[in-house]
């Protein structure tokens, strides 16, 4: 069964890059049809897509955030990434990686809370 | 964007009941809307896709139904372990977007 995996800081000043990688387990980044996304949760709110990223390394980004997105896969290493820069107090939230079959997230990571804050 | 809007926000119910849950969206979406269950803490789970798919796992006490620009999640007969937040997310669109949550909590 896949497994996702959230790390990177816990804590981001404000107009710099959060960074987060996600590293998938129990199978690889390559195989099927599926593809890999990031979710993002305010605390107390709903939940917001923020990007995709297929195996070949097209990606799919929210209109919202396209111009700070960033997102890399490396299949070496099964794994993929997320940059989003200029961050502010609104970038505060948990941030999630799912597995993404045809735009249905079936597989979550546990989740990691990213704070923009000085 | 698409807007999905459930209601109600919160609802009350015990063990047992029979607990519908209502997303509505800003245009039409045919069937592509998928339903997940959070509980305080961890990451949202499959439940329904498709409007009306259940999800490998998922218990037949979930049912959903709708099409175009109205959908229901049901419980037949809600459990202790039911007790969680609700959302339901279009995928009919390049930006795929949620609703902002129902939670089922104990009456």
């Known amino acids: 069964q896949v497994q996702l995996q959230e790390s990177g800081p816990g804590l981001v000043k404000p107009s710099q890059t959060l960074s987060l990688t996600c590293t998938v387990s129990?199978?690889?980044?390559?195989?099927?049809?599926?593809?890999w996304s990031w979710i993002r949760q305010p605390a107390g709110k709903g939940l917001d897509w923020i990007a995709r990223?297929?195996?070949?390394?097209?990606?799919d980004y929210n209109p919202s955030l396209r111009s700070r997105l960033a997102i890399s896969v490396d299949k070496s290493k099964n794994l993929f990434s997320l940059n989003l820069s200029s961050v502010t107090a609104a970038d505060t939230a948990v941030y999630y990686c799912?597995?993404?079959?045809?735009?249905?997230?079936?597989?979550w990571g546990q989740g990691t809370l990213v704070t923009v804050s000085s | 964007d698409i807007q999905m809007t459930q209601s109600p926000s919160t609802l009350s119910a015990s063990v047992g009941d029979r607990v519908t849950i209502t997303c509505r969206a800003s245009?039409?979406?045919?069937?592509?809307l998928a339903w997940y269950q959070q509980k305080p803490g961890k990451a949202p789970n499959l439940l329904i896709y498709?409007?009306?798919s259940l999800e490998s796992g998922v218990p037949s006490r979930f049912s959903g139904s709708g099409s175009g620009t109205e959908f229901t999640l049901t419980i037949s007969s809600l459990q202790p372990d039911d007790f969680a937040t609700y959302y339901c997310?279009?995928?009919?669109?390049?930006?795929?977007?949620f609703g902002q949550g129902t939670k089922v909590e104990i009456k």
């Open positions: 498709k409007a009306s």
């Open positions: 245009q039409s979406i045919s069937s592509w």
């Open positions: 129990g199978g690889s980044i390559s195989s099927g049809s599926y593809h």
């Open positions: 799912a597995r993404d079959r045809d735009s249905l997230f079936d597989s």
């Open positions: 990223i297929y195996t070949s390394g097209s990606v």
């Open positions: 997310q279009q995928y009919s669109t390049y930006t795929k977007t």
